[in-house]
């Protein structure tokens, strides 16, 4: 992202990949009409969205400073989606959303990168694809990954959402995720082993 000169409250976000952003503009600024907490778009043209400079930090940054405990992150994550579906006419599903992409602001916590959402889905697996996100984290050797469960725990308990039909799909979709590692693909097995361990508690 690229702050544009000026007052400081908008950002340039282009897509590294040259993909047309007037989609996802689309999708925010209908969320932004329901209410939805988004970022607001100001303009979009070919890979460049220009929106809303966010002040706060984000979710995931928070919780790595401490400022931020495991269970609460995990709550809020599962009351933000349920609070999408809630919305009327077919919301699209995010299908990404995870700590790195709620910022806390003044106003509350808000949703960005909605470049993958995607409209006609199930709740279902847009909490599925959260849950499993949260549970890879958990599975791996990084010294936060006992907090990851904590937070993945908490958002189970909180989901009220079944989820674990769309698991599957939700590992199959990841695991096409070209951001990915392969070790990270390998680790997605045991990462929704997890989900369902837990899920079942």
Same mark, same amino acid.
């Given at each position: 992202?690229?702050? $544009?000169?000026?007052?400081?409250?908008?950002?340039?976000?282009?897509?590294? #990949?040259?993909?047309?952003?007037?989609?996802?503009?689309?999708?925010?600024?209908?969320?932004?009409?329901?209410?939805?907490? $988004?970022?607001? $778009?100001? +303009?979009?043209?070919?890979?460049?969205?220009?929106?809303?400079?966010?002040?706060? &930090?984000?979710?995931?940054?928070?919780?790595?400073?401490?400022?931020?405990?495991?269970?609460?992150?995990?709550?809020?994550?599962?009351?933000?989606?349920?609070?999408?579906?809630?919305? &009327?006419?077919?919301?699209?599903?995010?299908?990404?959303?995870? &700590?790195?992409?709620?910022?806390?602001?003044?106003?509350?916590?808000? $949703?960005?990168?909605?470049?993958?959402?995607?409209?006609? !889905?199930?709740?279902?697996?847009? +909490?599925?694809?959260?849950?499993?996100?949260?549970?890879?984290?958990?599975? #791996?050797?990084?010294?936060?990954?006992?907090?990851?469960?904590?937070?993945?725990?908490?958002?189970?308990?909180?989901?009220?959402?079944?989820?674990? &039909?769309?698991?599957?799909?939700?590992?199959?979709?990841?695991?096409?995720?070209?951001?990915?590692?392969?070790?990270?693909?390998?680790? !997605?097995?045991?990462?929704? #082993?997890?989900?369902? #361990?837990?899920?079942?508690?």
């Amino acid at each position: 992202m690229f702050a $544009v000169p000026g007052d400081g409250t908008r950002v340039l976000r282009r897509n590294r #990949s040259g993909g047309d952003a007037t989609r996802e503009a689309e999708v925010m600024e209908r969320l932004a009409r329901q209410g939805y907490p $988004v970022p607001a $778009v100001f +303009h979009a043209e070919g890979p460049d969205l220009l929106m809303e400079r966010l002040a706060g &930090p984000s979710l995931l940054d928070a919780l790595l400073s401490g400022a931020y405990e495991p269970e609460p992150a995990g709550e809020l994550i599962a009351g933000l989606l349920t609070r999408l579906h809630a919305l &009327p006419d077919a919301p699209p599903a995010h299908l990404d959303l995870h &700590p790195g992409n709620v910022v806390l602001t003044g106003r509350g916590p808000v $949703v960005i990168d909605w470049e993958a959402a995607e409209v006609g !889905l199930p709740p279902g697996l847009d +909490h599925a694809m959260s849950a499993l996100i949260l549970a890879e984290v958990a599975v #791996s050797p990084a010294p936060y990954a006992p907090g990851a469960r904590a937070g993945l725990t908490a958002l189970l308990a909180a989901t009220r959402t079944p989820l674990l &039909p769309h698991l599957a799909t939700a590992r199959r979709r990841r695991a096409a995720d070209p951001n990915l590692t392969d070790g990270e693909v390998a680790a !997605l097995g045991e990462a929704e #082993s997890l989900v369902r #361990s837990l899920a079942a508690v």
